[in-house]
């Protein structure tokens, strides 16, 4: 069975760094890429960051291009996001997925919350 | 960049009703990469189509998703009590974008 668990959220102030954390297991991690959608307070959907499957390959929305950093680790079957430089705007419950066909997202986790606030 | 624009913002409708939710492109999406996701309250997203029309493992078939160019549809031919939620269109393939949402409610 497919599962992906991300974790890591909290509440951080305004310029500060988190790092989130997604273990994934059931699947043939390296076959696939990974990715980070986020999700504002009674908003909708943002694709974050994508990771392909060897970790070279890495992709960033714009609003987020210069203080997020996607990576993962293949021998532990985790993905990370680096997050720097940390925005009030920021504030959203973060999604980690896993996709297939270059970004649709089959599987996600639960979420986590990132709170920038002062 | 790509802008997806998803109409109605809300649609209230009765369980067994048929419902149509429009996604529109800004520009061509290549390759027909558009998808459809479900999202109930407090719950992650769920992939219902990709491809325009694949159907996700598990998806009943009163899901169905048809269109081309900029133009696509998410169909739900008859409302069960459980598809009431918010339904995304994605465009992958390239730089991925979500559209706003479309709210499908009980009226």
């Known amino acids: 069975e497919v599962q992906v668990v991300d974790s890591g959220g909290g509440l951080v102030q305004p310029g500060g760094s988190l790092r989130l954390s997604c273990a994934a297991s059931g699947f043939t991690f390296t076959s696939y890429a990974m990715g980070w959608v986020r999700q504002a307070p009674g908003k909708g959907l943002e694709w974050v960051s994508s990771?392909?499957?060897?970790?070279?390959?890495?992709y960033y929305a714009d609003s987020v291009k210069g203080r997020l950093t996607i990576s993962r680790d293949n021998s532990k079957n985790m993905v990370y996001l680096q997050m720097n430089s940390l925005r009030v705007e920021d504030t959203a419950v973060y999604y980690c997925a896993k996709e297939i066909w270059g970004g649709v997202m089959d599987h996600w986790g639960q979420g986590t919350l990132v709170t920038v606030s002062s | 960049e790509i802008v997806l624009t998803q109409s109605p913002g809300t649609l209230s409708l009765s369980p067994g009703e048929r419902a149509t939710l429009s996604c529109r492109a800004s520009?061509?999406?290549?390759?027909?990469?558009l998808a459809w996701y479900q999202q109930k309250p407090g719950q992650s997203p769920r992939l219902l189509i990709y491809y325009t029309s694949t159907r996700a493992t598990g998806v009943p078939d009163r899901f169905s998703g048809s269109g081309s160019g900029t133009d696509f549809t998410l169909t739900i031919s008859s409302l069960e009590p459980e598809d009431f939620a918010v339904y995304y269109c994605q465009r992958y393939g390239g730089p991925q974008a979500f559209g706003g949402g479309t709210k499908v409610e009980i009226k």
């Open positions: 990771v392909k499957g060897d970790g070279r390959d890495t």
């Open positions: 520009q061509t999406v290549s390759g027909n990469y």
